[in-house]
């Protein structure tokens, strides 16, 4: 219950931040792309999933799959613009962009 909580805490924040980055006039084509890209993929990586478990069996699936998010997230924080993702703009975003860059 506490891991389906943190989730949707994490979803409201993120689609927070996409709507306040995101130009008035590209709203609705943002949010589309977020969601075609949240929601669509949805089904496919399902069906790759159930095709990996029934080669390779559940056991060693999750861990591997566990390493790809970790990568995935580790190779994310490498890059400037997903650190500083969000912040507001001005004299505080940029000691904030100088912290996040050390």
């Known amino acids: 219950?506490?891991?389906?909580a943190a989730g949707y805490f994490?979803?409201?924040v993120i689609v927070t931040l996409l709507q306040r980055w995101?130009?008035?006039y590209l709203l609705g084509r943002v949010m589309s792309l977020v969601m075609l890209a949240s929601i669509g993929a949805f089904p496919a990586s399902v069906a790759l999933s159930g095709v990996i478990v029934r080669r390779i069996g559940p056991?060693?699936?999750?861990?591997?799959?566990?390493?790809?998010?970790?990568?995935a997230?580790?190779?994310?924080?490498?890059?400037?613009?997903?650190?500083?993702?969000g912040?507001?703009?001005g004299p505080a975003a940029?000691?904030?962009a100088v912290v996040a860059a050390r």
């Open 1 to 4: 219950m506490v891991f389906g």
């Open 10 to 12: 994490g979803n409201v």
């Open 22 to 24: 995101a130009p008035a």
């Open 59 to 71: 056991a060693p699936f999750f861990p591997a799959a566990g390493t790809v998010l970790v990568v």
């Open 73 to 85: 997230v580790l190779l994310a924080a490498t890059i400037r613009e997903f650190r500083v993702f």
């Open 87 to 89: 912040v507001a703009p």
């Open 94 to 96: 940029d000691q904030a």
